[in-house]
């Protein structure tokens, strides 16, 4: 078992305990008689416990707060409201643009525990800076990321490019395919004048590998923004393969896997050819995601979306003791495709099941990778600005 099973550093570890309710002696005994049981790694190590309980709180947190922080949208973020997803580019990118190329990252599915992993390979090409920032809900692509390149709530989004959003979700990244424009037309608006921008988005090593062979070409631009699409396809990969489960059973292991790649990517292969220029790089990521592992029942009917931690339609059901229930969109600054549109939100590591087949689709989804609801790893995420040493 490990005794940081959420990626603490040690400092922050050993914080929490002295601060936080201890374990017992007697309960601190028998854990460490029992840790040599065959099914020891079931144990829950204190500080996990502690998170799960923080995790509960954060989704009560949001609960209670989210719509106000919307309601005041038009206003900037301050002491009572964090920056969202919308506020990414004009809080974090635009101060940075003007004496010197801009290169600003967005790696899809990118959590804070990932991203301190990657930070530690980085230290010595780049000071770091690293600051936080909330996905809007639906922590899904196609909500959070068109806010980031739009700078526009899902909601004004719907109503300014009306044809540009699409409800069918055999793939959440086709609801993607417009963000070049939508950041163009953010800049428009926020900062008129002659910038020489440049989007590329990689989902394939080849499209990778390609793009690392001509990073040096970024600084010809005064803003280039950058989508990488990997860790979201690592996430959901997890999900479909037994090799991968096998490679990544925890959270430890996931982050490892993570670093591993990166290490030996095009993308920290095109990050060192960044930090031998005279350049400042912006890195972040649309949403998080978290382990799902307890099945909470919904009900709705066959217009109702798939995925397994939001959904969004008519006459839906569900636990509002384990999920977010929306019952006026404009609420949370989110569409309505029809009159009686209602959104829910997975909360803690929930994952939303249908009564048909309960047990058979609570087993396959179980300790799935997923996001789209309100949870510490899928809202706060960092927002590093990386600039050469």
């Known amino acids: 078992m490990s005794g940081k099973s959420i990626g603490l550093s040690d400092e922050l570890h050993e914080y929490m305990l002295s601060v936080s309710h201890r374990e017992s002696a007697v309960m601190k005994q ?57 506020e990414v580019v004009p809080e974090f990118v635009l101060p940075e643009v003007g004496d010197r190329p801009v290169v600003f990252f967005v790696i899809d599915c990118l959590r804070y525990d990932q991203w301190r992993t990657f930070e530690e390979l980085l230290q010595p090409h780049f000071a770091i800076e690293t600051d936080f920032y909330y996905s809007l809900l639906p922590t899904a692509t196609p909500y959070s990321r068109n806010a980031i390149f739009s700078g526009l709530l899902p909601a004004d989004l719907v109503d300014r490019f009306p044809g540009a959003w699409e409800t069918d979700e055999e793939s959440e990244h086709s609801r993607n395919q417009h963000e070049e424009p939508f950041l163009h037309d953010l800049l428009d608006r926020t900062h008129p004048g002659d910038l020489n921008i440049r989007y590329d988005k990689l989902i394939t090593g080849e499209e990778g590998q390609e793009f690392a062979e001509q990073a040096i070409n970024l600084t010809q631009h005064d803003l280039s923004a ?74 709705g009917d066959r217009e109702t979306s798939t995925a397994l931690r939001y959904k969004y339609g008519r006459n839906l059901k569900c636990n509002e003791e384990e999920a977010i229930f929306v019952r006026n969109p404009e609420d949370f600054g989110l569409p309505r495709y029809g009159m009686n549109t209602n959104y829910i939100f997975a909360k803690e590591d929930y994952y939303f099941v249908y009564p048909t087949n309960f047990h058979h689709y609570e087993n396959l989804y179980r ?10 790893p899928e809202m706060i995420l960092p927002v590093a600005t990386l600039t050469p040493r």
Not at 369 to 375: D, E, F, K, W, Y
């Open 367 to 376: 300790d799935t990778l997923q996001h789209g609801g309100a949870s510490l």
């Open 30 to 86: 028998l854990r460490e008689e029992t840790a040599e049981h065959p099914k020891a790694e079931m144990q829950i190590a204190p500080e996990q416990a502690q998170f799960e309980e923080v995790n509960r709180e954060f989704g009560a947190f949001i609960e209670r707060r989210y719509a106000d922080w919307i309601a005041e949208a038009d206003s900037p973020p301050d002491d009572e409201r964090p920056p969202l997803s919308h």
């Open 226 to 299: 950058v989508v990488v699409n990997f860790i979201d396809i690592l996430a959901h990969s997890r999900s479909d393969s037994d090799v991968l489960q096998e490679l990544a059973p925890d959270e430890e292991a996931y982050r490892a896997l993570t670093r591993t790649w990166f290490e030996h990517s095009w993308l920290y292969e095109s990050l060192r050819t960044l930090a031998d220029t005279d350049c400042t790089v912006v890195l972040t990521t649309d949403h998080g995601a978290i382990r799902s592992l307890q099945s909470s029942k919904v009900i």
